[in-house]
T-cell receptor, first 113, second 109 residues
């Protein structure tokens, strides 16, 4: 069974631009979560989707948004990029998020210049 | 929200040594997981263990939910065990895992 696939692996953007990251979950998994990892803040929860519905959102500004499609694939978007948005963005999938193991993709490393 | 604390923050071992990593959490949990992040950034799920004990090869984990802690044991460590070990917990039904700051493990040959 294929793992969680994130694209692209690396991205360099300029301040003020926007970016869209993509995540394909493990087949059969309906929950997709997104996390931001930085050296200073560690792993922080962005949001979680299940059956196209956002069930929870972390403490991030409205510039961070996401969605999930009917095939469980998910995208996250960051608008008006800031230097502080440079991070490793990790997507994870699970059957339900609440009571099942979380499996992570390899991440997208975003650099904002 | 739930707080997750891990100790020690750093650990250096010689190959073949055993180690115990600890995770304390501030509230009752219904989801507790251990992950290993290798030097290339890949996060691997080691255990889903909201309570009880599990073993997988040289690794085992125990969660004592009533006392709000979990332990990860690594026996006969190998250089490939190096990396950061994260504990993550979820309380209630908020569908989010809160991660600890991790334990950086270095295993020297």
């Amino acid at each position: 069974k294929a793992g969680v696939t994130q694209t692209p692996r690396y991205l360099i953007k300029t301040r003020g631009q926007q970016v869209t990251l993509s995540c394909s979950p493990i087949s059969g998994h309906r929950s997709v979560s997104w996390y931001q990892q930085t050296p200073g803040q560690g792993l922080q929860f962005l949001f979680e989707y299940f059956s196209e519905t956002q069930r929870n959102k972390g403490n991030f500004p409205g510039r961070f948004s996401g969605r999930q499609f009917s095939n469980s694939r998910s995208e996250m978007n960051v608008s008006t990029l800031e230097l502080g948005d440079s991070a490793l963005y990790l997507c994870a999938s699970s059957y339900t998020a609440a009571n099942s193991p979380l499996h992570f993709g390899n991440g997208t490393r975003l650099t904002v210049t | 929200g739930i707080q997750v604390e891990q100790s020690p923050p750093d650990l250096i071992l010689q190959e073949g040594a055993n180690s115990t990593l600890r995770c304390n959490f501030s509230d009752s949990v219904n989801n507790l997981q251990w992950f290993h992040q290798n030097p290339w950034g890949q996060l691997i799920n080691l255990f889903y263990i909201p309570s009880g004990t599990k073993q997988n090869g040289r690794l085992s984990a125990t969660t004592v939910a009533t006392e709000r802690y979990s332990l990860l044991y690594i026996s006969s460590s190998q250089t490939t065990d190096s990396g950061v070990y994260f504990c993550a917990a979820q309380g209630g039904s908020n569908y989010k895992l809160t991660f600890g700051k991790g334990t950086l493990l270095t295993v020297n040959p």
